[in-house]
């Protein structure tokens, strides 16, 4: 079992910057491919980020490219999300997760969500115009 607690969100202003974290326990951190998705209301959780279990090779939508960054610190097991240059169209509540069947280092795998074990239960970004 895997436990997942994201931190982080909040009320931010248009152009303003937030960092979300998502605290790992349970089965070794390191051996997770992780992912950050977002759900605004009414609409379907999308991918947002993924990184490989090194950190080595991450992967954007094209709607955050540029403007977010994904890291882990696989010794804290903390993943985190700093987004910046935040707009209104970003709130939504944003949730970490964990993927311990993803095997290729591919776009495809890491942005579906069926292939991610175990969620966190979600954190509000609201972001105000």
């Known amino acids: 079992q895997v436990q997942l607690v994201e931190s982080g969100g909040g009320l931010v202003q248009a152009g303003g910057s937030l960092r979300l974290s998502c605290a790992s326990s349970g089965r070794t951190f390191s051996s997770a491919a992780m992912g950050w998705f977002r759900q605004a209301p009414g609409k379907e959780r999308e991918f947002v980020a993924g990184?490989?279990?090194?950190?080595?090779?991450?992967y954007y939508a094209d709607s955050v490219k540029d403007r977010f960054a994904i890291s882990r610190d696989n010794a804290r097991n903390i993943l985190y999300l700093q987004m910046n240059s935040l707009k209104s169209e970003d709130t939504a509540v944003y949730y970490c997760a964990a993927g311990f069947r993803i095997i290729r280092e591919q776009y495809s795998d890491y942005a579906s969500k069926s292939d991610y074990d175990y969620w966190g239960q979600g954190t509000q970004v609201t972001v105000s115009t």
């Open positions: 990184i490989t279990r090194s950190g080595g090779r991450k």
